[in-house]
Nanobody, 117 residues
Framework: QVQLVESGGGLVQAGGSLRLSCAASGRTFNNYAMGWFRQAPGKEREFVAAISWSGNTRYADSVKGRFTISRDNAKNTVYLQMNSLKPEDTAVYYC???????????WGQGTQVTVSS
């Protein structure tokens, strides 16, 4: 069992930056691939970024060059550094964890990010 707790959301002006954190419980964090997703009002949850247990990363086209995902296995934490934020980045951001396959096994409760124009 893995429990995930996101933090770091808030209100920021367009062009600003935020860093989200996702702290994971459990002793096997190193084995999990981690991902960030977001859901805007009235929209489906969408993929933002992911990082494998070995550190390989991938991003949605909409955030490439602006967002960076990283992990600190010693702290059981994954981060999402968000720069050059746009109003369309406004959403609830969720982190997820999976051991393998395409589906995520565990989810956090989400953290709100609001970007004002």
């Amino acid at each position: 069992q893995v429990q995930l707790v996101e933090s770091g959301g808030g209100l920021v002006q367009a062009g600003g930056s935020l860093r989200l954190s996702c702290a994971a419980s459990g002793r096997t964090f190193n084995n999990y691939a981690m991902g960030w997703f977001r859901q805007a009002p009235g929209k489906e949850r969408e993929f933002v970024a992911a990082i494998s247990w070995s550190g390989n990363t991938r991003y949605a086209d909409s955030v490439k060059g602006r967002f960076t995902i990283s992990r600190d296995n010693a702290k059981n934490t994954v981060y999402l550094q968000m720069n050059s934020l746009k109003p369309e980045d406004t959403a609830v951001y969720y982190c997820g964890a999976k051991l393998g396959g395409t589906e995520y096994d565990y989810w956090g409760q989400g953290t709100q990010v609001t970007v004002s124009s």
